[in-house]
């Protein structure tokens, strides 16, 4: 089984930063993209951005040039740097990966709790 836990969420004034946390443990064999998904209230969650084992990634147009995903593979660790934030990127942040729990077994997707982000003055 594998646990993610994230963290850094919060209330932020329009033009504010967040930095987001997500630290995967457990049984981890490997793990492919590491990414973040975000749900508005009455929305559709949908696709913040998404990182690649090699460090290759892919974000919404909403947010590019605002937020930064990276990762640290020997933590098992991925993180999402918003900068500018706008009130529109108000939701609960989802951290979201795949992985194996071992040799031959098949990619799991996992998800986080959740993390509110608020942006607003």
């Known amino acids: 089984q594998v646990q993610l836990m994230e963290s850094g969420g919060g209330l932020v004034q329009p033009g504010g930063s967040l930095r987001l946390s997500c630290a995967a443990s457990?049984?981890?064999?490997?793990?492919?993209?590491m990414g973040w998904y975000r749900q508005a209230p009455g929305k559709q969650r949908e696709l913040v951005a998404n990182?690649?084992?090699?460090?290759?990634?892919n974000s919404d147009d909403s947010v590019k040039g605002r937020f930064t995903i990276s990762r640290d593979n020997a933590k098992n660790t991925v993180y999402l740097q918003m900068n500018s934030l706008k009130p529109e990127d108000t939701a609960v942040y989802y951290c979201?990966?795949?992985?194996?729990?071992?040799?031959?077994?098949?990619?799991?997707?996992?998800w986080g709790q959740g993390t509110q982000v608020t942006v607003s003055s």
């Open positions: 457990g049984n981890i064999f490997r793990i492919y993209p």
């Open positions: 979201n990966l795949r992985a194996t729990t071992g040799w031959g077994s098949p990619p799991i997707n996992y």
């Open positions: 990182i690649a084992g090699d460090g290759s990634t």
